[in-house]
């Protein structure tokens, strides 16, 4: 196979959800459609649930099915989708901000009854930041949920995104009858016992004013349905592939994940519309997947779960060109050419080494602590991946050593666990003190432990008082250099020596802001 074919059959995608929507169970769903697991059950939840906020053991466990679980890859009518796991809890959710930078196309979990969430919300603005081609799955059909053209309006208002059904439901909760889909023009009919297999029983009705269609569904659901169809003929414009891929218009289908619902639809309708690996920025130009020569970017690092063993799993996409096993590739930010003896690929919970990867899959390499998010590597060209933010964090703690012996092995850990993107570093120029700041208060859980057990080192964190921390930047020399004279106690500066303001209170930032008209603040940076 040439490489624009194999650019061409894939697919790169994460789904995004609430926790709880059904991001687990559909993924799962989808695997099954594609042969790459046998049973449901096989692929375990990954989300660190919320009464288990204090059980390391419980954060420990699923990191480690959180690596497993991180890519799976799996090939369905001769198109190889790969997967980005996301994670569930919304403490990591700068995590899957990062995901959402290696992906080409999105499908968003809605649950039918509680409609658009926070965490969607959220998320939703990273798409549209990156304009993302989005897919809105509305889950739970089986349940009673709200009405179809409510639950339409609210995507369409809550994640500032048209839509376009292409399937439609009939009824939900004890009456639902199952789906009618828009394009294919068929119904899948509903039946309440789980499926744990990939076989669905649809009908084809060419033409649903046709009687039959009331011997399936019930006359009343019937003449519903009619109407429905009618108003969503009538008031949605025919879908466009080009304005979805735009990311202007979502197509929205419905189904029940649990129940293997729906999701035959979505993934044919997937594989159909979604987009293959598309060019990425750079700072110097735009890189075309097909380009002959092999680049790529490291987008997340993810720990041993063996603490003897301190080695990590950076996840690189490749963007362009064909990376093979044992070729010697430039690490750019290092200057050093680098080779992989044992690069590894994910199929389902399945890791195995692999001798070629081609654009848009996820390879991962194996780390001692030489790489960070965002590194690229090529062949030669000193290329910088751009689009790759930290998101600015929302806690922020003193971090001070418990452990007068162990300071070294304290500052090794947080420089680490910084490169893995677990957290940000600032270091105050009131007191030279070290801040963390991280987006949730997990986090800090996680980095006191991660530090005690692989790094051998103790820490204590200590309160501050802080609404924000923005990275500031401005043309006006003169302007910025009274700012950091004023604002000297609310000055800090991060990891590679930018500068950042700690506002204490959104009151003050909004003053700065009002007051210091040339400086610009940014609430993202780029690694
Ligand atoms: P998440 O990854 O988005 O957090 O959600 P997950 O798939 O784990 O699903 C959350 C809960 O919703 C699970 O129940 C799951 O079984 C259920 N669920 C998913 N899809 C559907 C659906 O179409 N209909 C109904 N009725 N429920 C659905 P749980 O009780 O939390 O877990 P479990 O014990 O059932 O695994």
Not at 293 to 308: E, L, V, Y
Not at 511 to 519: G, M, P, V, Y
């Amino acid at each position: 196979m040439t490489l624009q074919e194999e650019i061409l059959r894939r697919r790169t995608f994460a789904i995004i959800a609430h926790p709880d929507a059904g991001k687990t169970t559909l993924t799962e769903k989808l695997l099954l459609f594609g042969g790459a697991i046998h049973v449901a059950g096989a692929v375990k939840s990954n989300k660190i649930r919320k009464s288990a906020t204090s059980d390391f053991m419980e954060i420990e466990r699923q990191r480690g099915i959180s690596v497993a679980t991180s890519v799976m890859g799996f090939e369905y009518k001769d198109v190889k989708i790969n997967i980005l796991d996301t994670p569930g809890h919304e403490d990591f959710a700068e995590d899957t901000y990062r995901t959402l930078t290696a992906v080409d196309s999105v499908i968003i979990v809605i649950d039918g009854a509680k409609g658009v969430e926070a965490q969607t919300r959220k998320l939703m603005e990273v798409c549209r930041m990156r304009k993302t081609p989005v897919i809105v799955f509305i889950n739970k059909l089986d349940r009673p949920c709200k009405e179809p053209f409510d639950l339409l309006d609210e995507v369409e208002r809550e994640l500032k995104i048209g839509v376009r059904p292409l399937a439609f439901p009939i009824s939900s909760g004890t009456t639902f009858k199952g789906v009618y889909n828009l394009y294919e023009h068929n119904i899948s009919l509903f039946t309440s016992d789980e499926r744990l297999t990939a076989d669905a029983s649809t009908v084809e009705i060419e033409d649903i004013s046709q009687p039959v269609l009331n011997d399936y569904i019930g006359e009343k659901f019937a003449n519903q349905l009619r109407e429905d169809v009618e108003l969503v003929e009538g008031v949605y414009d025919a879908f466009d592939r080009e304005a979805y891929l735009r990311g202007e218009v979502a197509p929205v289908f419905f189904g029940s994940a649990v129940n293997n619902f729906g999701v035959r639809e979505l993934l044919e309708c997937f594989i159909r519309i979604a987009p293959s690996p598309r060019p990425s920025t750079t700072e110097s130009r735009p890189i075309n997947p097909d380009e002959a020569k092999m680049s790529g970017f490291i987008f997340k690092i993810h720990a041993n779960m063996d603490p003897n063993h301190r080695d990590r799993i950076a996840f690189m996409k490749i963007c362009s060109g064909v990376f093979e096993r044992n070729k010697n590739y430039l690490h750019v930010r290092s200057g050093k050419q680098l080779k992989f003896s044992s690069p590894t690929a994910f199929m389902a919970e399945k890791k195995s080494v692999i001798d070629f990867a081609y654009p848009g899959d996820i390879v991962g390499l194996h780390d001692t602590g030489t790489f960070k998010i965002g590194d690229s590597f090529s062949e030669g060209e000193k290329l910088k991946f751009t689009g790759i933010p930290s998101f600015s964090p929302e806690l922020f703690r003193y971090i001070e050593n418990a452990d007068p012996m162990k300071f070294k092995q304290l500052a090794k850990g947080v420089d680490q666990l910084m490169d893995e993107g677990v957290a940000q570093l600032f270091t105050s120029n009131l007191n030279g003190r070290k801040i963390i700041g991280t987006v949730g208060q997990l986090q800090f859980e996680v980095i006191q432990y991660r530090l005690e057990h692989e790094y051998g080192a103790k820490c204590r964190w200590e309160p501050i008082s802080i609404y924000k921390a923005c990275w500031i930047e401005s043309d006006n020399a003169e302007q910025l250099a009274d700012f950091k004279r004023r604002k000297h106690t609310n000055m800090a500066v991060d990891k590679h020596g930018r500068d950042v303001f700690l506002a204490d209170t959104s009151y003050a930032l909004a003053l700065a802001q009002e007051n210091f008209k040339d400086i610009r603040f940014y609430f993202t940076s780029e690694f």
